[in-house]
Protein backbone atom coordinates (compact mmCIF):
# COMPACT_ATOMS: atom_id res chain seq x y z
CA UNK A 1 0.00 0.00 0.00
CA UNK A 2 1.53 3.30 -1.07
CA UNK A 3 2.35 6.26 1.84
CA UNK A 4 -0.66 8.17 0.24
CA UNK A 5 -3.07 5.60 0.31
CA UNK A 6 -1.97 4.89 3.97
CA UNK A 7 -2.02 8.37 5.14
CA UNK A 8 -5.82 9.00 3.68
CA UNK A 9 -6.54 6.01 5.27
CA UNK A 10 -5.25 7.32 8.45
CA UNK A 11 -6.92 10.87 8.39
CA UNK A 12 -10.30 8.90 7.75
CA UNK A 13 -10.20 6.89 10.67
CA UNK A 14 -11.43 8.22 13.96
CA UNK A 15 -8.90 8.08 17.15
CA UNK A 16 -9.61 5.17 19.17
CA UNK A 17 -12.04 6.11 21.83
CA UNK A 18 -10.85 4.04 24.06
CA UNK A 19 -7.51 5.63 23.90
CA UNK A 20 -8.42 9.11 24.37
CA UNK A 21 -6.49 10.64 28.14
CA UNK A 22 -4.29 7.05 27.80
CA UNK A 23 -0.61 7.29 28.84
CA UNK A 24 1.33 3.97 28.43
CA UNK A 25 4.91 4.12 29.03
CA UNK A 26 4.29 8.01 29.81
CA UNK A 27 3.27 8.55 26.39
CA UNK A 28 0.36 10.71 25.52
CA UNK A 29 -1.44 8.31 22.54
CA UNK A 30 -3.15 11.93 21.22
CA UNK A 31 0.18 13.83 21.19
CA UNK A 32 2.12 11.68 19.56
CA UNK A 33 -0.67 10.99 16.67
CA UNK A 34 -1.00 14.52 16.13
CA UNK A 35 3.07 15.18 16.05
CA UNK A 36 3.48 12.01 13.46
CA UNK A 37 0.61 12.98 11.56
CA UNK A 38 2.05 16.68 11.12
CA UNK A 39 5.33 14.88 10.39
CA UNK A 40 3.98 13.06 7.58
CA UNK A 41 1.94 15.65 6.28
CA UNK A 42 5.15 17.87 5.90
CA UNK A 43 6.79 14.94 4.01
CA UNK A 44 4.17 14.43 1.67
CA UNK A 45 3.38 18.00 0.82
CA UNK A 46 7.73 18.21 0.40
CA UNK A 47 8.41 15.48 -1.78
CA UNK A 48 9.02 13.50 0.36
CA UNK A 49 11.95 14.84 2.15
CA UNK A 50 12.06 16.51 6.21
CA UNK A 51 14.06 19.30 7.26
CA UNK A 52 16.81 17.82 9.98
CA UNK A 53 14.25 19.06 12.89
CA UNK A 54 11.16 17.25 11.53
CA UNK A 55 13.13 14.55 11.33
CA UNK A 56 14.88 14.37 14.83
CA UNK A 57 11.09 14.68 16.23
CA UNK A 58 9.80 11.99 14.17
CA UNK A 59 12.25 9.34 15.01
CA UNK A 60 11.51 10.52 18.68
CA UNK A 61 8.06 9.51 18.24
CA UNK A 62 8.86 6.34 17.11
CA UNK A 63 10.93 5.45 19.86
CA UNK A 64 7.89 6.53 22.29
CA UNK A 65 5.51 4.25 20.22
CA UNK A 66 7.81 1.41 20.26
CA UNK A 67 7.19 1.97 24.24
CA UNK A 68 3.30 2.73 23.93
CA UNK A 69 2.62 0.13 21.38
CA UNK A 70 3.45 -3.33 23.38
CA UNK A 71 1.37 -2.15 26.18
CA UNK A 72 -2.15 -1.91 24.09
CA UNK A 73 -4.65 -4.34 24.45
CA UNK A 74 -7.82 -2.09 21.91
CA UNK A 75 -7.58 -3.83 18.70
CA UNK A 76 -8.69 -0.91 17.09
CA UNK A 77 -5.94 1.10 18.58
CA UNK A 78 -3.39 -1.17 18.02
CA UNK A 79 -4.46 -1.30 14.10
CA UNK A 80 -4.52 2.73 14.39
CA UNK A 81 -1.17 3.12 15.83
CA UNK A 82 0.27 0.14 13.82
CA UNK A 83 -0.67 2.53 10.78
CA UNK A 84 0.58 5.35 12.34
CA UNK A 85 4.26 3.81 12.73
CA UNK A 86 4.41 2.57 9.15
CA UNK A 87 3.51 6.07 8.10
CA UNK A 88 6.20 7.13 10.45
CA UNK A 89 8.96 4.90 9.72
CA UNK A 90 7.79 5.46 5.85
CA UNK A 91 8.43 9.17 6.56
CA UNK A 92 11.61 8.62 8.54
CA UNK A 93 13.33 6.38 6.25
Known sequence: MSADVLFQEHL???FPAALRGQEPAGVDLVLLDVS??????VWQNNGGSLDAGRLRMLR???TD????????TDAEGIRYFE??????VTASA
Open 83 to 88: RLRRLA
Open 12 to 14: SAL
Open 65 to 72: LDRALPLL
Open 36 to 41: IAGCVS
Open 60 to 62: ACL
